[in-house]
């Protein structure tokens, strides 16, 4: 399969499990697929950008050091994503990347995963805290801000602040998910 190929068969992606699984190991066996999906996915007022996106977040979640040689691309233009159905995939992404990085067993994410990268992925969680996001988005940030804040000496009391601030207003799912983070937090503060 080539990027024709391939952007032909985008609009075949959809939901289910099945076949997002099959698209992403059709990317995962032709490496050299992943800048077009990231191309597509970029294109961000285009629909076929969250069906890129949610494609990506399968290659990811099937082998995360796939998108490794494609991080600098992915960090450097995710903020530009704003649909909805787009946003929340790549907030998975950066919450996969983010418990990669502090898994107690060795893996290529510890070693690719820049300083750069990471200050992208946290501006970008701070933004989806701070922005009128779904909830899953706002979860997986969270989760990526407290592990990420475990080297970021500075991440831990913001993040605070924005749930407590956030907390009243927030949907069951948030408070339910804040809560628990902020009894975590509270006790490494």
């Known amino acids: ?28 066996k032709n490496p050299e697929l992943l800048p077009f999906v990231l191309q597509k996915l970029f294109e961000v007022n285009d629909k ?38 787009a946003v929340r995939p790549v907030a998975k992404i950066c919450e996969n990347l983010a418990i ?6 060795d893996n290529l994410t510890k070693s690719m995963l820049k300083s750069h990268h990471r200050e992208r ?20 940030s969270m989760t990526v801000l407290y592990l990420f804040g475990k080297i970021y000496d500075w991440i831990h009391p913001e993040l605070i602040q924005i749930l407590e601030r956030n907390y009243a207003s927030g949907s ?16 490494v503060v």
């Not at 024709?4 to 698209?23: I, P």
């Not at 995360?64 to 691309?73: G, K």
């Not at 970008?124 to 779904?134: G, R």
């Open 1 to 28: 399969m080539n990027a024709t190929d391939l952007n032909k068969e985008l609009k075949f992606v959809n939901h289910s499990r099945e076949n997002r699984v099959y698209y992403a190991r059709t990317v995962i």
């Open 48 to 85: 076929k950008s969250c069906k890129a996106a949610w494609l990506l977040e399968f290659v990811a979640r099937e082998d995360l050091d796939a998108i490794l040689p494609e991080l600098d691309t992915f960090t450097s233009n995710m903020h530009k994503v704003h649909y909805d159905s």
């Open 100 to 105: 990669a990085y502090f898994s107690k067993e």
């Open 121 to 140: 992925i946290i501006e970008l969680c701070f933004d989806y805290l701070i922005t009128d996001q779904k909830i899953a988005p706002q979860a997986y």
């Open 172 to 187: 069951v799912g948030y408070q339910n998910r804040a809560a628990k983070l902020l009894d975590r937090l509270k006790k």
